[in-house]
C-alpha cells in the first residue's frame, strides 16, 4: 500500500468514525447539561463541598467559581509537586524546582501542558497521576463548563442565571470524562500502550542495544490527554514515544479522541438549541462545517508540505521524514500535527520542528487561529460562538439590521466584549513575542538561528498563549524568562478569554432574544458557513501575516 | 387622522416616492470639496481628533512621520508624510461635506426665523412682546398676515396657515381650535381669520430650533450601533498597533530595524481608515436623507431602529385606504329598479357635499343612470323646495325631505330600520344579506329608504367601498421580503377589516381598535422582542407614539403626538413609514459594507508592503515573491499603498453620502450580494490600484 493510499485511509476512517460518533456523544453531553436530575455520586460531592446543586448562579457568579477552583489547583498541583519527595510513590524523584513547578501547575491547570521538562525524569507517579493527570480531567472540565455556560446565556431569556458551574464541573468529570477515558485507556492498552507502576526496564532496542525506559500509568493518561485535548504526555516524546502510541492503530486512535469532544459539543450546541426553541440543529452543523472547511485546508496544507519534502532530491534521501516515527510517516504525522495544533491539545507524534518551512508555519498558523478549528475541549466551542458573533455583527450590518445571533442582539456591549476576545490572545502572542526577541538572553535560549529561530519563539508563544501546548522545538523554555512569560501566556491565555466569554454569556442571557423573520440573517446556511470561514482566516491571517511574513513565509520562500 | 382638508399631495413638489427628492446642490464635484477644505482644516484639532480613535492614530503618526522626515529629509519621506496628512484631511473632508449639505439647510431656516413681535392676551387685553418672552401656557392673537410666535395649540378660531417655512409645502392649511388640527408651528404665517394661540413650547425650543439643531447637527450623539462599531475599530487599530510595533524588535532580529516612517505608512495602510473616516458622515447624510424627505429624526437612534423594525402598525383610513369611501354599486331590494334607487339615493345626498355623497352621483354618471341630476345639485334641489337632514350622530342618518312631502333617508342598517318601522312601514327582510354581504366585502352598506305619504319601505343599499391606495400591495410584499410584518389598525368591525386587510395585502389588522388596543398591540410585539413602527397624528395616538420604537408623528397632528412621536413627517404622509425603514437599513449597511471593504483592502497593502520591507534583506531575500503585483520598488510600492489608502477615501465619499444601493429583498440574497461587490472587490480592487498607482508614482524624480 503507498504512503498516500494508506493516509488517506487513515484520514477517511478517521472522518468516518468521528461522523459515527459525533451524534450520540454530543446528545449525551446536552442530556448531561441539560438533566434535573443528579446521580448519587454527585450527590455526595456536592454535599462533601457544601452545593446546592439546584441554586443557579450568575455570569459573575459562576466566573469566581473558576477562577477560585483554578487557583486553588494551581496551588495544590504547586505544592505537590515541590514536595514530591515526601510523598509516596516518587519513584526516586526529587522535588521539582520552583520555575518549573510553577510553569507547569499553570499549563496544566490551563489545559495548555506545555511542558519544560522531561516527564520520566522529574515527576514521579503520585504528581503524574494524583496531580497532572487530575489536571487532565478538571482543566477540561472548566473549558466544557464555560462553553456550556455560553451556551445557556444564547438559549435563555431574560434571566440572570447561565448554571450552576459545580454541577457543570461535577457531571463533565464523572458522567463524561471518566467514563470516556476508561473506555478509551482499555482500548490503548489493548492496542499496546503501557499500563503499570513499575520503576525502570531494560528493553532491547532496534538497533541491538539496550536501554532503561521507565514504566508507568501510560494508558490511563494517554486517553485523557487527547480526550480533554491536554497533550502533556508522561514521556518527554510524548506521542512519538512506543510506550504511548506503539502502533499505527493506537495513532488513530488517539487521532480521534483528540477531535472526539470539540467536534461532538457542536452537536450539543444543536440538540440544545433545537429543545429549546432558539436555534436549531443545523447552527451546531453550521460551526463544525466551518471548522471542519478550515481543520480540512490546513491538514492539506501540511501534507503536502511533507509528503512532497524539500524539493525531489531531499525527498529521495528521505529528508522530510526527519524528526519522524517510520511507524507512522508523513501521513500520518501531518494529520497528527494538524489535528493536535487544531484542538489545543499539543501532543505531537513528531519533532514539529524538523517539518518544512510551510508545514511547520501551518501547525503555527492552526494555533494562532486562535484553537477553534474545532479548538480544545470546550475553548473550542466558545471561541467559534465568538467569531459567530463577530461575523454576524458584520454580516448584520450588510443586511440592514442591528445584528443578531440567535435573536440575541450584538450590540455594544456585546462587542466590546467579543473584540476584547479576539485581542486578548494575538496581544499576548505579539506582545510577548516582541519582548523576547528584543532580549539578547532569548537568542541565547534558542538552538537555532536565522529564520528558523524566530518561528520557534514565535510557536512557543502562540503554542502557550493559544493553551495548546506542543513545542516546536529548538528552544531551551526553562529559562527563567522563558519560564515566566510562557506561564503569564498560559495564564492569561486561558482565563482572559474566559472571563470575556462569560460576561458575554451574561449580558446575551439577559436579552429578550427577537424572533426570526425572512430580514434575519439565516447563521444555519452555507453562506454563512463561508463567512465565518473568511473571518476566521482573514482575522488571523491579518494579525500575524508581518510575523509569519519574517518566519516560515520567509523561509519557505527562500 | 390624516387632515383631510389639506391638499392632496398626489401632484405636489415633493412627492416622497420621487426618484429625486429635495434636489441637492452637486455636493461631490472638486469644487464643492474645495469649499469644504477651510472646515476640514479647522477639524485637524487634536481634541477633534479623538472622538474618531483610527484617525486619531493616523494624526499621531503623520506628526511622528513629520518630525522623521525633517530629521532625516528624503523625497520618499516627504512625499509619504505629505500623503498621509492628505489621509487625515481627506477624513475631516468627508465629515465636513456631510455637514455641510445639513448647514445650508439650518442656514435656510434660520433665515424664515424673524424676530417676531407678539400679541399676548391677557385679561382680554392684548400686549405686544417679543416671541422670545413668552413663556409656556401664555395666549396670544394671530390673525391674518400675522407670523405665528411660537409653537402652540389653537384654542379659539379657524385659520389658514402657510406652512412653507417649515414643510416647503406652499398649499395652505386649516387650523382649528379642538380636535386633531389645532397645532400650529412657530414662524409659520396665517393667511386668513383670527385665532388665539395657547403656546407650548419654551423660547429656544420650538420646532423650528429642534429643525435647526438637528438638520445642523450640532448636538449629534453616536446611536448604538455607531458605538458598537466604533470600539470593533478601536480594537482592530490596537491589534495593527501591536502587529506593527512588535513587527521592529523580529525585523531588528533579522538584521534590519525599519524607519519609523515605514512602520508608520504600514500602520496607516492596516487600520481601518476607509470606515473610520467616513463613519461619521454615513450617519450625519443618513439624517440628511430623511431631511430631504421632509422627515426629521429627533435622534439618530430612532433612525438607525427604524432599519430593525420587525411589526409596522397602519392605520387604515388615510394609509392605506384612501381617506374616503365611494360608492361602488348599488343593490335595489325586491321589485326596486336600479334607476329609482340611483334616483332616490341621489335625492338623499344632495346636500352631502363630503367625497363619499360626491361619489353617488360620480357612480351613477359612470354607470349611466337616467336619474343623475344636473350639475350644481343642491341649488337646484333647493329651487324645487326640498330641506337636506344632515348627519347625526344621533341618528346615524341625513337625507332630504322634499317639498312634496316625500322623504328620503340613507343611513346604517339598523338606523334606518329604525325609522321606516317608525314611520309605520316593514323593513324588507330581504335588504339583511344584501347588508351583509356587503361587510362581507369589506364595505359600508348604506341603506336607502323612503316615506311618500304611505307606509315607509326600503329601496335598497348602497354599497361603499374603502378605496385601497393603488401600489400598496407591491410596498407590502416588498416589506415582507425584508423580514417585516405590517399590521392594519382599523375602528371597522372585524369583517371590514379583514376583507381591506387581505385587499391589501397586510398580514395582520386589528378590527374595531381603540387607542387602549393599539398600545397593548405594541406592548405584545415588544414583549416578543419585536421592534415597532407607527404612525399617529392625533392627542389619543400620543401614548402608542411614545410606546413604539419608531413613533412617526404627522406634522399635521396635534402638538401631544409630535412631542410623543421620535419623528415627525413634514408632509404627513403615513406610507412614509416604508421609506424611513429603508434609510435606516441603508445606513447599516453601507456602514457594513465599507467596513468590510476596508478589512479586505489590507490583504493587497500587506502584499505591496511586506515584500517592500524585508526582501532586501540577506536570508528573506525569497519574500520579494510575495510582490505579485510588479511594484517598482520598495520606496514606490509603500508610497503607492499610502496613496491608494489616502485616495480611496475620497472616491468613497459618494457612497458614504448616497448611501450603498438598497433594494428590499432577502437577508440572505442582499447579504450574498453585498458581500460579492464590497467583500470580494474590496479584495481585488486594491491589488489593481496600488498597482496603478506605482505606475505614476514610481515616476516621481528623486523616490528611490
Given amino acids: 500500500m503507498s504512503d498516500s493510499l494508506a493516509g488517506l485511509l487513515q484520514i477517511s476512517l478517521a472522518v468516518a468514525l468521528l461522523a459515527a460518533l459525533r451524534i450520540p456523544v454530543g446528545d449525551y453531553l446536552a442530556h448531561v447539561y441539560t438533566s434535573p436530575r443528579h446521580l448519587a455520586p454527585e450527590r455526595l460531592v456536592y454535599r462533601l463541598c457544601g452545593v446546592d446543586p439546584d441554586r443557579e448562579q450568575t455570569a459573575a457568579g459562576y466566573l469566581r467559581g473558576v477562577l477560585a477552583f483554578s487557583l486553588l489547583s494551581v496551588l495544590a498541583l504547586y505544592g505537590l509537586q515541590r514536595l514530591q519527595n515526601w510523598l509516596p510513590l516518587a519513584a526516586g524523584m526529587g522535588p521539582v524546582a520552583p520555575g518549573t513547578a510553577w510553569n507547569t501547575a499553570v499549563s496544566f491547570v490551563t489545559n495548555t501542558n506545555w511542558q519544560t521538562y522531561s516527564g520520566e525524569s522529574t515527576m514521579g507517579h503520585l504528581t503524574q497521576m494524583a496531580g497532572l493527570t487530575v489536571q487532565n480531567f478538571l482543566s477540561a472540565a472548566i473549558g466544557m463548563a464555560v462553553a456550556i455556560a455560553l451556551v445557556r446565556g444564547l438559549i435563555r431569556r431574560r434571566t440572570e442565571q447561565v448554571g450552576n458551574v459545580w454541577v457543570d464541573l461535577t457531571r463533565t468529570a464523572l458522567r463524561v470524562l471518566l467514563p470516556f477515558a476508561f473506555a478509551a485507556a482499555l482500548l490503548l492498552a489493548a492496542g499496546g500502550v503501557v499500563q503499570n507502576l513499575s520503576g525502570l526496564t531494560a528493553h532491547t532496542t532496534l538497533d541491538g542495544g539496550s536501554q532503561l525506559l521507565p514504566g508507568g500509568p501510560i494508558a490511563s493518561q494517554e486517553a485523557i490527554k487527547e480526550l480533554g485535548t491536554n497533550g502533556g504526555g508522561p514521556y518527554n516524546a510524548n506521542s512519538a514515544h512506543p510506550f504511548e502510541n506503539p502502533t499505527a492503530w493506537t495513532n488513530l486512535l488517539e487521532v480521534l479522541l483528540l477531535l472526539l469532544i470539540p467536534v461532538s459539543l457542536t452537536r450539543t450546541f444543536g440538540t440544545m438549541l433545537a429543545r429549546s426553541g432558539a436555534g436549531t440543529r443545523r447552527h451546531g452543523l453550521a460551526l463544525l462545517a466551518a471548522m471542519g472547511i478550515v481543520y480540512g485546508l490546513v491538514l492539506a496544507g501540511v501534507t503536502a508540505a511533507e509528503a512532497a519534502g524539500r524539493g525531489t532530491a531531499a525527498q529521495a534521501a528521505g529528508a522530510a521524514m526527519e524528526g519522524k516515527e517510520v511507524r507512522f510517516g508523513e501521513w500520518a504525522s501531518a494529520l497528527f500535527a494538524a489535528s493536535t495544533t487544531a484542538t489545543s491539545t499539543g501532543a505531537v507524534n513528531s519533532a514539529h520542528d524538523s517539518f518544512t518551512a510551510f508545514g511547520g508555519g501551518l501547525a503555527l498558523f492552526n494555533m494562532l487561529l486562535g484553537e477553534i478549528t474545532p479548538g480544545g475541549a470546550g475553548s473550542g466551542l466558545y471561541g467559534i460562538l465568538v467569531v459567530a458573533m463577530l461575523t454576524v455583527f458584520l454580516g448584520g450590518l450588510m443586511i440592514g439590521r442591528t445584528p443578531e445571533y440567535l435573536g440575541k442582539r450584538i450590540g455594544g456591549r456585546e462587542i466590546k466584549l467579543i473584540a476584547l476576545y479576539i485581542l486578548a490572545t494575538p496581544a499576548l502572542v505579539l506582545v510577548l513575542t516582541g519582548i523576547a526577541m528584543a532580549l539578547p538572553s532569548t537568542r541565547d535560549a534558542m538552538a537555532n538561528g536565522g529564520i528558523h529561530g524566530f518561528t520557534e519563539v514565535l510557536y512557543a508563544y502562540a503554542s502557550t498563549a493559544n493553551n495548546n501546548g506542543s513545542a516546536f522545538g529548538g528552544l531551551n523554555a526553562g529559562t527563567p524568562f522563558l519560564s515566566l512569560t510562557t506561564g503569564l501566556a498560559m495564564l492569561f491565555g486561558r482565563f482572559l478569554p474566559i472571563v470575556l466569554v462569560l460576561a458575554l454569556a451574561g449580558a446575551l442571557a439577559r436579552q429578550q432574544p427577537s424572533p426570526v423573520t425572512a430580514g434575519t440573517l439565516p447563521t444555519d446556511r452555507p453562506l454563512f458557513v463561508g463567512m465565518l470561514t473568511a473571518t476566521i482566516l482573514i482575522v488571523t491571517g491579518l494579525t500575524f501575516f508581518p510575523a509569519l511574513a519574517l518566519g516560515p513565509i520567509a523561509e519557505g520562500l527562500s | ?704
Avoid at chain 2, 392627542?539 to 413604539?548: C, G, K, M, V
Avoid at chain 2, 472587490?681 to 524624480?701: Q, T, Y
Fill in chain 2, 1 to 704: 387622522m390624516p387632515d383631510p382638508t389639506a391638499p392632496p399631495r398626489a401632484g405636489g413638489p415633493r412627492r416622497p416616492s420621487d426618484a429625486h427628492p429635495r434636489p441637492a446642490p452637486s455636493l461631490f464635484g472638486p469644487r464643492a470639496l474645495a469649499a469644504q477644505l477651510p472646515s476640514a482644516l479647522r477639524k485637524l484639532d487634536p481634541r477633534t481628533m479623538v472622538r474618531t480613535p483610527v484617525m486619531f492614530v493616523v494624526l499621531v503618526g503623520s506628526v511622528l512621520t513629520t518630525v522623521s522626515a525633517l530629521l532625516e529629509p528624503s523625497v520618499f519621506a516627504w512625499v509619504t508624510t505629505l500623503w498621509l496628512w492628505a489621509t487625515v484631511l481627506f477624513a475631516n473632508l468627508a465629515e465636513a461635506v456631510a455637514e455641510g449639505r445639513g448647514r445650508a439647510q439650518a442656514d435656510a431656516l434660520r433665515r424664515t426665523r424673524t424676530e417676531t413681535t407678539a400679541r399676548l392676551l391677557r385679561g382680554g387685553t392684548e400686549t405686544p412682546v417679543p416671541a422670545a418672552r413668552l413663556a409656556v401656557g401664555d395666549l396670544v392673537v394671530c390673525e391674518a398676515g400675522d407670523v405665528i410666535p411660537s409653537d402652540g395649540d389653537v384654542v379659539e378660531g379657524v385659520a389658514s396657515v402657510d406652512e412653507s417655512a417649515v414643510t416647503g409645502e406652499s398649499a395652505p392649511v386649516i387650523r382649528e381650535s379642538g380636535g386633531d388640527r389645532c397645532a400650529v408651528t412657530g414662524g409659520t404665517r396665517v393667511l386668513s381669520d383670527r385665532i388665539v394661540v395657547r403656546i407650548t413650547a419654551e423660547p429656544g425650543a420650538t420646532f423650528l430650533d429642534r429643525m435647526i439643531a438637528l438638520v445642523e447637527g450640532a448636538d449629534r450623539q453616536k446611536t448604538p450601533n455607531e458605538i458598537a462599531l466604533s470600539a470593533l475599530l478601536a480594537s482592530l487599530t490596537i491589534i495593527f498597533l501591536l502587529a506593527v510595533v512588535t513587527l521592529q524588535p523580529f525585523a531588528a532580529y533579522a538584521g534590519q530595524p525599519q524607519p519609523v516612517l515605514v512602520l508608520v505608512a504600514l500602520l496607516v495602510c492596516l487600520i481601518p481608515t476607509t470606515i473610520g473616516a467616513l463613519l461619521s458622515a454615513i450617519g450625519i447624510a443618513g439624517m440628511d436623507r430623511l431631511v430631504r424627505r421632509n422627515v426629521l429624526a429627533m435622534s439618530g437612534r430612532a433612525v438607525e431602529a427604524a432599519g430593525n423594525i420587525d411589526t409596522l402598525l397602519l392605520d387604515k383610513t388615510g394609509t392605506i385606504t384612501l381617506g374616503n369611501r365611494q360608492a361602488h354599486e348599488l343593490l335595489p331590494v325586491g321589485s326596486v329598479a336600479e334607476a329609482e334607487l340611483a334616483s332616490a339615493a341621489l335625492l338623499a345626498s344632495a346636500a352631502d357635499e363630503t367625497p363619499e355623497g360626491r361619489s353617488i352621483g360620480a357612480l351613477c354618471r359612470t354607470r349611466r343612470l337616467p336619474a343623475a341630476p344636473p350639475s350644481g345639485g343642491v341649488a337646484t334641489l333647493d329651487g324645487a323646495g326640498g330641506t337636506p337632514v344632515p348627519f347625526s350622530a344621533e341618528t346615524r342618518m341625513s337625507g332630504m325631505d322634499l317639498a312634496g312631502g316625500r322623504r328620503i333617508r340613507k343611513g346604517a342598517g339598523s338606523a334606518v330600520r329604525r325609522w321606516v318601522e317608525e314611520n309605520g312601514g316593514r323593513y324588507d327582510p330581504a335588504v339583511v344579506p344584501l347588508v351583509d354581504a356587503v361587510s362581507a366585502q369589506g364595505g359600508t352598506p348604506l341603506v336607502v329608504a323612503e316615506a311618500d305619504g304611505a307606509a315607509a319601505r326600503v329601496l335598497g343599499v348602497v354599497h361603499l367601498k374603502d378605496v385601497v391606495k393603488p401600489g400598496l400591495r407591491e410596498r407590502f410584499d416588498r416589506l415582507r421580503a425584508m423580514g417585516i410584518r405590517t399590521v392594519m389598525v382599523t375602528g371597522d368591525n372585524p369583517r371590514t377589516a379583514r376583507a381591506i386587510a387581505e385587499e391589501a395585502g397586510v398580514d395582520d389588522f386589528l378590527a374595531e381598535a381603540t387607542p387602549q388596543d393599539k398600545l397593548d398591540l405594541i406592548r405584545r410585539e415588544q414583549e416578543g422582542g419585536r421592534l415597532v413602527a407607527m404612525t399617529g397624528d392625533g392627542t389619543n395616538d400620543a401614548p402608542a407614539l411614545a410606546q413604539a420604537d419608531v413613533g412617526v408623528a404627522m406634522n399635521s397632528g396635534t402638538s401631544a403626538a409630535k412631542e410623543a412621536g421620535n419623528m415627525v413627517d413634514l408632509d404627513s404622509d403615513p406610507t412614509k413609514l416604508i421609506e424611513i425603514v429603508e434609510i435606516g437599513k441603508q445606513l447599516l449597511i453601507t456602514r457594513g459594507a465599507l467596513t468590510t471593504f476596508s478589512v479586505a483592502n489590507d490583504v493587497a497593502k500587506y502584499f505591496a508592503i511586506i515584500p517592500a520591507m524585508f526582501s532586501g534583506i540577506a536570508g528573506y531575500e525569497g519574500l520579494a515573491r510575495l510582490n505579485v503585483m510588479g511594484l517598482a520598488g520598495p520606496e514606490s510600492a509603500i508610497l503607492s499603498a499610502v496613496v491608494f489608502n489616502a485616495l480611496i477615501i475620497v472616491a468613497l465619499i459618494p457612497l458614504a453620502l448616497r448611501g450603498v444601493a438598497y433594494r428590499a429583498a432577502g437577508a440572505a440574497r442582499m447579504l450574498r450580494r453585498n458581500l460579492l461587490v464590497y467583500g470580494a472587490g474590496g479584495l481585488v480592487a486594491p491589488f489593481a490600484g496600488i498597482a496603478l498607482i506605482d505606475l505614476v508614482v514610481s515616476r516621481i524624480p528623486g523616490l528611490v
